[in-house]
């Protein structure tokens, strides 16, 4: 029972982050638990605090916290437990020497990967990143709404603004979801920071601490430690070209009776596929006839190159939260998400909204209605496709040149999600090209176990360097 024990009172009195040194936050975490546990100090079997204790006693945000967690685990000094949370792991019989800060070298699983990419410098090729460069953003319209709201400016920009978000933009996105035959409330839009808060605020609203969830494999890669943190327990179906598999769906349902399913219908993160009709129809039959909600992230829709259609829009918002953002077409740094979701769903995220942040921002969402507002915004959105469709043919072209295979020849978006040849073993591929300044995507990351995988994500806009393709090649 003694090896069991919580190690609370050790986390307090051992566990400290410095913001003025040079050393990343999540380094600092990573170097200090481990160091206490190659000592002994702390006991094989024993739980560490939840990633949310943790983040309170450090100071830190459950995303650091959550890297932290999931490098150890990679590096095998910690396992975790759905539902349960994470434990010291049992010792090898000849440990290697706990590493020290700046010295670590760095595995590249899943949230390790994306904290490095945003602490990376400038010169680093993200070639596995999730978002756009700002040459293929609309910049442009940024500035120039910034320019004409400084000249006459919102009075919504001075204020909180409503929970529910700025009207204007609620009654453009109502129209715009209308266009795509998503007839909709007002009072069941919401504006939020980002998608990343619309999925928190979703996923809080339709779950309890030890619920079940359902989610695609591969999937979306910054959700597999959020519902962790959430206390919910994952189960995985496998995404196939045309949509998630209906029979590992339907024996999930009937299995695990989940709260809801999280998907992405179009251009779906890792794998760039979207659903076809005939897998959209009977997703939405099997939720109706198991009772289970649709989390629909819509993220990456509006790069769709056939307006694919949506559960939204076969579902009429009946049990479906449609979550969408502005941030793959205008500006990742303006923080704008929104969701679109039956009422009863609405009035509970918006208490939960006003909980945690009263309101969203108001001058981003006054800047993304301004913009919206603008007849030139729909053509940089097409020409924005048009740029996307001939990146990735250039680099499909490429990485089958060095010997990687397709899963699939999307029809829009960023994303190739593609195995790698034999000669490759990807952990160490990743590692290496790291030592190079090329950040990869390796398909571990992408899988809520850390599975091993012989795929890779790359993000077409960042993958045309020749440094990426004679890394490749050479490899």
């Not at 939840?50 to 990679?74: G, H, P």
């Not at 981003?364 to 913009?371: A, F, M």
Request: proline share 7%.
């Amino acid at each position: 029972m003694a090896g069991r024990r919580t190690i609370k009172q050790a986390i307090r009195n051992t566990i400290c982050v410095d913001r003025t040194r040079q050393t990343p936050l999540v380094v600092q975490i990573v170097s200090q638990i481990t160091t206490c546990i190659e000592s002994g100090d702390w006991p094989e079997h024993a739980r560490l605090p939840s990633i949310r204790r943790m983040a309170a006693q450090c100071d830190v945000s459950t995303l650091t916290v959550a890297n932290a967690y999931n490098k150890l685990v990679a590096d095998g000094l910690l396992d975790v437990q759905a539902a349960r949370g994470y434990f010291v792991a049992t010792r090898p019989t000849a440990a290697p020497p706990a590493p020290t800060p700046g010295t670590i070298r760095p595995s590249v699983d899943s949230l390790w990967l994306l904290q490095r990419i945003y602490e990376e410098p400038s010169q680093t090729l993200n070639a596995g990143c999730g978002w756009l460069p700002p040459t293929y953003l609309y910049t442009d319209g940024i500035r120039q709404a910034a320019a004409a709201l400084a000249r006459r400016p919102d009075p919504e920009i001075f204020s909180y603004g409503n929970p529910y978000g700025h009207r204007g933009l609620r009654e453009q996105i109502q129209a715009f979801l209308l266009r795509d035959d998503v007839p909709c409330d007002l009072a069941s839009i919401i504006v939020t920071h980002g998608a990343s808060q619309a999925i928190e605020l979703a996923t809080r609203a339709l779950t309890r601490p030890g619920d079940t969830v359902v989610v695609e494999e591969p999937g979306y890669c910054n959700l597999f430690p959020a519902l962790t943190a959430l206390g919910l327990n994952m189960v995985g179906v496998p995404r196939l070209p045309q949509g998630p598999c209906l029979d590992s769906l339907r024996k999930v349902f009937e299995q695990y009776q989940p709260r809801f399913f999280f998907i992405n219908t179009r251009i779906q993160n890792p794998t760039g596929t979207s659903c076809s009709p005939y897998v959209s129809h009977h997703i939405l039959s099997l939720c109706e006839q198991f009772g289970v909600f649709v989390i629909e992230d819509d993220t990456f829709g509006a790069l769709d190159d056939e307006n694919s259609p949506t559960l939204a829009q076969l579902d009429r918002l009946q049990r479906v939260v449609h979550i969408g953002s502005f941030s793959k077409t205008i500006s990742p740094g303006m923080r704008v998400g929104y969701m679109a979701c039956p009422p009863a769903i609405a009035a509970s995220v918006l208490r939960l909204k006003m909980a945690s942040s009263l309101t969203s921002s108001s001058f981003s969402e006054t800047i993304i209605h301004h913009i919206m507002s603008d007849g030139q915004f729909r053509l940089h959105q097409t020409r924005l496709k048009e740029r996307l469709k001939e990146r990735r043919r250039h680099i499909a072209a490429a990485l089958e040149s060095n010997g990687f295979t397709l899963y699939a020849k999307p029809r829009g978006g960023m994303f190739l999600w593609a195995r790698a040849p034999d000669r490759f073993n990807v952990q160490t591929l990743t590692e290496a090209a790291q030592e190079r300044g090329i950040l990869l995507a390796p398909g571990t990351y992408f899988h809520p176990d850390h599975r091993p995988s012989s795929y890779l994500r790359f993000n077409v806009a960042y993958s045309g360097d020749e440094r990426l393709h004679d890394f490749l090649s050479g490899g």
